[in-house]
């Protein structure tokens, strides 16, 4: 856990993209010739024509500035600068194909691990037995991650509704309102430790999680009206809502639109900027990559969750609502997830009604895969990025919100 917790917090250099730069295609094609010494072999062998082959030659002696082949109608050679660099690109492409191995290798075996954490959901059905079944399913896939022991987890009574505040080491503000997923009717703050402390680590904040109402016990609008009275328990204790950021997974991104989206109707202060991580945010029964058994647990709970409540009603579906006036976004989503769709189509209206809306991609097929940021780099990264933006919203803003008093 320990390199997994590095690698979360550390800092990631970009390299500048340098359209001449030196690429692996110019050195593959530089060692083929030196090894076979004749161009139309070469060419054969990487399945390229030989004045393709003979332009990466060329283009790779202008970039290192000097001649490494010399060409005759009969014969060509290494020159001394190509015999230095031969053995040195022959270490280097190894090199890399052992490290592409290894990945895909280890890459495999994560896929494999994680698809084992998710075997439990596997066989559950729309039955209403299987709902307990759910639940316990859910926070048994959390509990594999503890937290991390650098932030302090204690709970809060947040204008009235439980709440776990989870602050990293030492002591920051609160400024981040975090609601879980789950489908509206699963998970907890409790489950949702390891998460959570690793985004308030990234984010360099402190994070309210409430233990808001679930459904069938409490249907729409009890999450949503739990959510808001959190929000303004905040403002209450002194928090600029200029510093404020609303987050939210699967089924939390698409309740921390819609605690937006209320703000917005009744005209209170807007948080700075929301993270939407895979979020869910269509109620109407779409998702057409999800298989049938899935798509009809999905329907079942968001049935459970409306409880009768119109399922266009543009605050639980926000693909259908006027979306303009509302702050930055950061939405993240996996390549292979099927809540994609959903992701994009958000993405785009938020664009067309004039938000700053950001959709950043990556390259997993799971579904809240920030979940498993301990084992997957592409989780630890994200989270990385959203703690960034965060940041960058508190940039600009004084610092004077509350501390994390517990009562």
Known sequence: ??????????????????????????????????????????????????????????????????????????????TLAGEVLLDRARQFLRDLDDAVAATRSVGGELAGRIAQLWEPFADLTAAEESLQEW??????????????????????????????????????????????????????????????????????????????????????????????????????????????TIAGDSSGGGLSLSLLLSLKQQALPLPAGAVLLCPGVDLTGGLPRLPPHELELVRHYAAIYLAGHPADDPVVSPLTADLRGLPPLLIQAATGDAFLEEASQLTARAREHGVDARLDLYPVDTHVFHTFWSLLPEAADALQQAGRFVRGLHATQPDTQIRSESS
Not at 25 to 41: D, I, P, T, Y
Not at 137 to 146: D, K, R, S, V, W
Not at 157 to 164: K, Q, T, Y
Request: glycine residues 6%; aromatic residues 6%.
């Open 135 to 244: 639940r316990t399913a859910y926070e048994a896939l959390h509990a594999q991650f503890p937290p991390l022991p650098e932030v302090e987890v204690r709970p809060v009574n947040a204008g009235g509704v439980p709440s776990l505040l989870l602050t990293p080491q030492p002591e920051r503000p609160i400024t981040m309102l975090y609601l879980h997923g789950g489908g509206y009717v699963a998970g907890s703050a409790f489950g949702y430790r390891s998460l959570v402390g690793a985004l308030a680590a990234a984010a360099e904040t402190g994070v309210l999680v409430p233990e808001y109402r679930l459904a069938p016990e409490h249907p729409f609008p009890a999450a949503l009206e739990d959510a808001l009275a959190v929000y303004l328990w905040m403002l209450a204790r002194g928090t600029d809502p200029r510093r404020v």
């Open 1 to 78: 856990m320990d390199d997994d917790r590095e690698r979360l917090t550390g800092k990631l250099v970009g390299l500048p993209q340098a359209p001449d730069a030196i690429k692996v295609r110019h050195l593959r094609a530089f060692v083929a010739v030196a090894e076979e010494l004749n161009f139309s072999k070469a060419a054969s062998r990487l399945y390229l024509s030989q004045p393709a082959l003979s332009r990466q030659i060329r283009a790779l002696e202008r970039l290192v500035g000097c001649d490494l082949l010399r060409r005759s109608t009969h014969r060509v050679e290494l």
